[in-house]
């Protein structure tokens, strides 16, 4: 049986990481939002289009 690479594999991942980071980076510096959903924030007017169902949140006093 083959002997796994693992400095192979994890250089692969370190390259992927500093890709990931580089692109990141530059949308920042263009001004263009992310792309992860936990970075994405509604847009305005579109509040309530998700669930026209549900009555509006009321914020605790």
Do not use: C, H, I
Not at 19 to 38: A, F, M, S, V, W
């Amino acid at each position: 049986m083959a002997k796994t690479n693992f400095q192979f594999e994890k250089r692969q991942r370190e390259l992927a990481k500093k890709r990931k980071k580089e692109e990141k980076l530059r949308r920042k510096q263009e001004g263009l939002p992310d792309d992860t959903p936990e970075n994405q924030e509604p847009a305005e007017g579109s509040e309530g289009t998700a669930n026209d169902d549900a009555p509006p949140a009321v914020p605790a006093a």
